[in-house]
């Protein structure tokens, strides 16, 4: 019977009866002593959940259209497919708090993606997930990912850049996480635009999101911010997790904003944020498709008057690296570092000569845990994922 109702999701992602349902231990999901208006409970830990809150969700869902999450407010705030309820649920052993969405069978389609930001992480709590299309807890700009942290913010933050005359700041510097960020361009005291460092365990004890990138002074100028940061995703699936070719799931860093030309004050790049967390744990996972916690890139310096850097890139769902900001036209300005992805490590803001406007420095990148007993497939993942049995 396991083998069948296993091959049955790792095939076509299908739906099952209730009764007789597996447990991830092999045996049986504690369907006996369920309230069917709370839940399935499990037979074995889920991590960062704690034991009260351990259970799967009633309601079989197909997420065919574009939905977007907001866990702050724990709503969905665009598309409403039935089944979407999200909680908020204390973190096993401490850490941020936790937005939990209970389903029973899980399916995302083709070209649809699942876009989740606010400040707490994404946990999914399911019998069997099957993305055929895209998760995105990514930071996006200054927009952070779900449960990763604003710009200026988080365990590894970028340091500001300073204000050293109209025409040579020194860049934010990148946020970090798994690596460090890259520092921002022009460095003059110390501290000045510094990456931000390296935080949390390889294991991710706690689920926590990456940092945001560094700011710089603005000198009267209108400023954009530093890169959010990467969100964190947790999914755990009784049976199975599948990820087709077709899907993915990206935790990147945001990019950071560029440098601002205004009358006078020409302006450094801001850094960009780290990339985030992603942790799957489930007995089978069958995975071709990508897992990326990428940084963001830096922003480019403003260059001269009505000369504005370009902001930098946002961590992709590849293994190519984010792009680094343009530097705005003229004297005045460098480009923005790029993002880290699996190698090398955040790139810091380049820097044109002593009197430039650094760019912002690039985050580093997040972590990626996956806990199973069987593993098949070989899809990208960047960072390098820490494989595991439970």
Same mark, same amino acid.
């Given at each position: 019977?396991?083998?069948?109702?296993?091959?049955?999701?790792?095939?076509?992602?299908?739906?099952?009866? *209730?009764?007789? @349902?597996?447990?991830?231990?092999?045996?049986?999901?504690?369907?006996?002593?369920?309230?069917?208006?709370?839940?399935?409970?499990?037979?074995?830990?889920?991590?960062?959940?704690?034991?009260?809150?351990?259970?799967? &969700? %009633?309601?079989?869902?197909?997420?065919?259209?574009?939905?977007?999450?907001?866990?702050?407010?724990?709503?969905?705030?665009?598309?409403?497919?039935?089944?979407?309820?999200?909680?908020?649920?204390?973190?096993?052993?401490?850490?941020?708090?936790?937005?939990?969405?209970?389903?029973?069978?899980?399916?995302?389609?083709?070209? %649809?993606?699942?876009?989740?930001?606010?400040?707490? *992480?994404?946990?999914?709590?399911?019998?069997?997930?099957?993305?055929?299309?895209?998760?995105?807890?990514?930071?996006?700009?200054?927009?952070?990912?779900?449960?990763?942290?604003?710009?200026?913010? =988080?365990?590894? *933050?970028?340091?500001?850049? @300073?204000?050293?005359?109209?025409? +040579?700041?020194?860049?934010?510097?990148?946020? &970090?996480?798994?690596?460090?960020?890259? *520092?921002?361009?022009?460095?003059?005291?110390?501290?000045?635009?510094?990456?931000?460092?390296?935080?949390?365990?390889?294991?991710?004890?706690?689920?926590?999101?990456?940092?945001?990138?560094?700011?710089?002074?603005?000198?009267?100028?209108?400023?954009?911010?530093? &890169?959010?940061?990467?969100?964190?995703?947790?999914?755990?699936?009784?049976?199975?997790?599948?990820?087709?070719?077709?899907?993915?799931?990206?935790?990147?860093?945001?990019?950071?904003?560029?440098? @601002?030309?205004?009358?006078?004050? +020409?302006?450094?790049?801001?850094?960009?944020?780290?990339?985030?967390?992603?942790?799957?744990?489930?007995?089978?996972?069958?995975?071709?498709?990508?897992?990326?916690?990428?940084?963001?890139?830096?922003?480019?310096?403003?260059?001269?008057?009505?000369?504005?850097?370009?902001? =930098?890139?946002?961590?992709?769902?590849?293994?190519?690296?984010?792009?680094?900001?343009?530097? =705005?036209?003229?004297?005045? =300005?460098?480009?923005?570092?790029?993002?880290?992805?699996?190698?090398?490590?955040?790139?810091?803001?380049?820097?044109?000569?002593?009197?430039?406007?650094?760019?912002?420095?690039?985050?580093?990148?997040?972590?990626?845990?996956?806990?199973?007993? @069987?593993?098949?497939?070989?899809?990208?993942?960047?960072?390098?994922?820490?494989?595991?049995?439970?």
């Amino acid at each position: 019977m396991r083998a069948l109702l296993l091959a049955c999701v790792l095939a076509v992602g299908c739906s099952f009866n *209730p009764s007789g @349902q597996l447990g991830p231990d092999g045996g049986d999901v504690d369907a006996s002593t369920s309230d069917p208006d709370a839940g399935e409970a499990v037979v074995e830990d889920i991590h960062h959940v704690p034991a009260a809150e351990e259970r799967l &969700g %009633v309601v079989d869902v197909t997420i065919a259209n574009d939905l977007v999450l907001d866990t702050t407010d724990l709503a969905v705030t665009s598309g409403e497919p039935a089944g979407i309820t999200l909680v908020a649920v204390p973190q096993d052993g401490g850490g941020p708090e936790l937005a939990v969405l209970r389903v029973r069978d899980l399916v995302i389609v083709p070209g %649809v993606v699942l876009r989740a930001s606010g400040s707490r *992480p994404l946990v999914i709590l399911a019998r069997s997930v099957r993305i055929d299309g895209v998760i995105d807890v990514s930071g996006r700009g200054a927009q952070r990912g779900a449960g990763g942290s604003p710009a200026n913010n =988080g365990g590894g *933050p970028g340091a500001a850049g @300073q204000r050293n005359g109209a025409f +040579y700041d020194s860049g934010g510097g990148g946020g &970090g996480f798994g690596t460090s960020g890259g *520092p921002g361009g022009n460095q003059i005291g110390s501290g000045d635009g510094n990456g931000g460092i390296v935080y949390g365990g390889a294991l991710l004890s706690t689920l926590d999101g990456g940092s945001g990138g560094g700011g710089a002074s603005g000198g009267g100028c209108a400023e954009p911010d530093g &890169g959010g940061g990467g969100g964190a995703l947790q999914i755990y699936a009784a049976v199975a997790i599948v990820l087709p070719g077709s899907g993915g799931i990206n935790a990147g860093g945001g990019g950071g904003g560029g440098g @601002q030309a205004c009358p006078a004050q +020409y302006t450094a790049g801001r850094g960009g944020g780290s990339g985030g967390a992603i942790y799957l744990q489930s007995p089978a996972i069958d995975r071709a498709g990508a897992l990326t916690a990428n940084g963001g890139g830096g922003g480019g310096g403003a260059g001269g008057l009505a000369a504005n850097g370009t902001n =930098g890139g946002d961590g992709k769902l590849t293994g190519e690296r984010a792009a680094g900001g343009l530097r =705005g036209a003229g004297l005045y =300005g460098s480009d923005g570092g790029y993002g880290a992805t699996a190698e090398p490590a955040g790139a810091g803001g380049s820097n044109v000569d002593a009197s430039a406007n650094g760019g912002g420095g690039g985050g580093g990148v997040g972590r990626i845990v996956i806990r199973t007993r @069987q593993a098949r497939g070989e899809g990208l993942t960047s960072p390098v994922a820490l494989t595991m049995p439970y």
